[in-house]
């Protein structure tokens, strides 16, 4: 015969094994959303932009492409910033 005690021991035990059950689940979700967002990041990382003058982040609408068009990105707003990367473009004209 089982006693009340034994049985209330029973039933916390498989609630434990529940609960270590579901934060099992729920690391490996954690663990498997960590490894999309990582790679995901590495992704955006290497689509990154930075200004060809002053190495600033650039984001959509912020930045010019290279007038002579090497393909680097400079500042939108700083004027310096373009005027500068003419000077050192690969494709400028020779100077003469
Ligand atoms: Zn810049
Ligand atoms: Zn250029």
Known sequence: MTS???A???ARIIAA???RQQQRQQ???L???RQAGLAARKTAKAKRLY???CARRQYRGTYHRCPLGCGVA???KNPHCGNTHLKQCDNR???S
């Open 4 to 6: 009340h005690v034994e």
């Open 8 to 10: 209330q021991i029973q």
């Open 17 to 19: 094994e529940k609960k």
């Open 27 to 29: 690391r490996a979700e």
């Open 31 to 33: 663990d498997a959303n």
């Open 51 to 53: 200004c060809a003058t």
């Open 74 to 76: 400079v500042c939108r």
């Open 93 to 95: 004209p020779e100077a």
